[in-house]
């Protein structure tokens, strides 16, 4: 997700499935390129396939986007406590 290109993708696929071709046409970027991209995050459980006649039919992973939100959720509770440990660290010093 660190790449803006994939998190475009990410974005797109959010909305609903697309073949490579459809999701090439909304970026600036290659097919090729997409499909890099797509290999990335299908590698990274963020994205799954499927084959529909000659098209391949990308969509989010359902599992792999709910272990990224538990990730992020995890962060931000961690990183907020420590917040709140360190305001009321300040706090008493100040007294």
């Known amino acids: 997700m660190g790449d803006d290109t994939r998190r475009a993708i990410f974005e ?3 909305r609903g499935p697309r073949p490579v ?3 090439a046409r909304e970026l600036p970027v ?3 390129a ?3 991209h797509l290999k990335v995050l299908k ?3 963020l994205v799954i396939d499927r084959q529909e006649g ?3 039919i990308y969509q989010l992973n359902p599992d792999g986007v709910g272990a990224l939100r538990a ?3 995890r962060f ?3 990183s907020l406590a420590a917040f709140k440990t360190a305001v009321e660290h300040d706090n008493k010093e100040e007294r």
Do not use: H, K, M
């Open 12 to 14: 797109l696929l959010a």
């Open 54 to 56: 000659t098209r391949r």
């Open 30 to 32: 290659t097919r090729p």
């Open 43 to 45: 590698d990274a459980g």
């Open 21 to 23: 071709g459809e999701i």
């Open 76 to 78: 931000w509770n961690r």
């Open 71 to 73: 990730y992020f959720d």
């Open 34 to 36: 997409v499909s890099q």
